[in-house]
């Protein structure tokens, strides 16, 4: 075959191809298109306010107006808890459509593959209670000597299902089985009703004062302002009510310079001996209209309001008797 017979055979069959070429195009578009009788396009993800999900809120549906209406009202779940997320599939969509009579042969869907639907909501951080809690002890503080107050933890997130403008917080003292701890009860309210709470413990911290040696001091030794310094400190409990200085009470054991005093170190100071051992006193027994003495011999020392055994000189009985402050005794029936 010549080299001409060549060129001719294969133009001729480009130009055939280009030829079918252009009549199965002009097939394709002249040929019938299925009409849907709705479009609806699945966006990605979407947020509602409520916690039914319907198809109209997750999509956009075209199409005769009495399907789209029907077709927006299906049901396709319900959010049950603040901050979970539904994922819907097409596949859902086609079943819950053709379960309200509109078959999948009448839909075209486009868009996302699933649709992720969560609700509208509001969160109050942890954080913002802890502040409003510390700025409601600080304008009502438990005590007056408080001077620190940490927040022994920070509470969890509030998760509010919808947003609502009418959002208010109450705040007010909880009780404590701890001292050192103060807990403050943080209610939230929408429209006068309470859908939240949160409680926030705060460790505490007091202004106390406390009682420091300046030199050794050796037992029975009397506490004052020249052997002992008043100093202001923190401490972990609040300051005793009784707590009162500890001049003129005497020291119960040696102690060393610089030593904090506690209650038990100290004591008040014992009165004087008033009726000694072998001392000669007057039993004196006084009644309205009748005054009766005798004398006895102390058996032991006694201070005023002590009791001690009385041997009576006459009787020689012995007895228990008060020692009044005038060195006197009366007996005890």
Same mark, same amino acid.
Not at 88 to 111: D, E, F, H, Y
Not at 294 to 308: L, P, S
């Given at each position: 075959?010549?080299?001409?017979?060549?060129?001719?055979?294969?133009?001729?069959?480009?130009?055939?191809?280009?030829?079918?070429?252009?009549?199965?195009?002009?097939?394709?578009?002249?040929?019938?298109?299925?009409?849907?009788?709705?479009?609806?396009?699945?966006? !990605?993800?979407?947020?509602?306010?409520?916690?039914?999900?319907?198809?109209?809120?997750?999509?956009?549906?075209?199409?005769?107006?009495?399907?789209?209406?029907?077709?927006?009202?299906?049901?396709?779940? !319900?959010?049950?808890?603040?901050?979970?997320?539904?994922?819907?599939?097409?596949?859902?969509?086609?079943?819950?459509?053709?379960?309200?009579?509109?078959?999948?042969?009448?839909?075209?869907?486009?868009?996302?593959?699933?649709?992720?639907?969560?609700?509208?909501?509001?969160?109050?951080?942890?954080?913002?209670?802890?502040?409003?809690?510390?700025?409601?002890?600080?304008?009502?503080?438990?005590?007056?000597?408080?001077?620190?107050?940490?927040?022994?933890?920070?509470?969890?997130?509030?998760?509010?299902?919808?947003?609502?403008?009418?959002?208010?917080?109450?705040?007010?003292?909880?009780?404590?089985?701890?001292?050192?701890?103060?807990?403050? !009860?943080?209610?939230?309210?929408?429209?006068?009703?309470?859908?939240?709470?949160? =409680?926030?413990?705060? !460790?505490?911290?007091?202004?106390?004062?406390?009682?420091?040696?300046?030199?050794?001091?050796?037992?029975?030794?009397?506490?004052?302002?020249?052997?002992?310094?008043? =100093?202001?400190?923190?401490?972990?409990?609040?300051?005793?009510?009784?707590?009162?200085?500890?001049?003129?009470?005497?020291?119960?054991?040696?102690?060393?310079?610089?030593?904090?005093?506690?209650?038990?170190?100290?004591?008040?100071?014992?009165?004087?001996?008033?009726?000694?051992?072998?001392?000669?006193?007057?039993?004196?027994? =006084?009644?309205?209209?009748?005054?009766?003495?005798?004398?006895?011999?102390?058996?032991?020392?006694?201070?005023?309001?002590?009791?001690?055994?009385?041997?009576?000189?006459?009787?020689?009985?012995?007895?228990?008797?008060?020692?009044?402050?005038?060195?006197?005794?009366?007996?005890?029936?």
């Amino acid at each position: 075959m010549s080299g001409k017979t060549v060129n001719i055979v294969v133009i001729t069959c480009l130009l055939a191809s280009i030829q079918f070429g252009r009549a199965s195009t002009n097939d394709k578009t002249k040929g019938p298109q299925k009409d849907s009788a709705l479009r609806i396009y699945l966006p !990605r993800e979407v947020t509602i306010k409520n916690d039914a999900i319907k198809l109209g809120q997750v999509s956009i549906i075209r199409g005769k107006e009495s399907l789209v209406a029907k077709a927006s009202e299906i049901a396709l779940g !319900r959010i049950s808890v603040p901050g979970q997320k539904i994922v819907v599939a097409r596949s859902m969509v086609l079943s819950r459509l053709a379960c309200n009579g509109i078959p999948a042969s009448k839909v075209t869907l486009t868009g996302a593959e699933k649709i992720t639907v969560k609700q509208q909501e509001q969160i109050i951080k942890g954080s913002e209670f802890v502040e409003l809690a510390s700025s409601f002890l600080k304008k009502n503080p438990p005590a007056g000597s408080v001077c620190q107050m940490s927040p022994i933890r920070i509470p969890k997130d509030l998760v509010l299902p919808g947003v609502s403008k009418d959002i208010k917080l109450s705040q007010r003292l909880a009780g404590s089985s701890a001292r050192n701890q103060a807990k403050v !009860r943080i209610a939230v309210l929408a429209d006068g009703k309470e859908i939240g709470v949160r =409680e926030v413990t705060f !460790r505490l911290k007091y202004n106390c004062r406390r009682a420091v040696t300046l030199v050794e001091l050796v037992a029975g030794m009397v506490i004052s302002a020249k052997n002992v310094k008043i =100093e202001k400190s923190v401490s972990n409990y609040p300051e005793p009510a009784d707590w009162r200085l500890p001049y003129g009470l005497v020291t119960r054991r040696k102690l060393s310079a610089k030593t904090v005093i506690r209650p038990d170190m100290i004591g008040p100071a014992k009165p004087a001996v008033v009726v000694g051992r072998n001392q000669t006193v007057v039993i004196r027994i =006084e009644r309205p209209g009748l005054l009766v003495t005798a004398i006895g011999k102390a058996m032991q020392d006694g201070r005023a309001g002590e009791y001690i055994k009385v041997r009576n000189v006459d009787s020689q009985r012995i007895i228990l008797a008060k020692v009044n402050e005038n060195g006197t005794v009366t007996p005890i029936f």
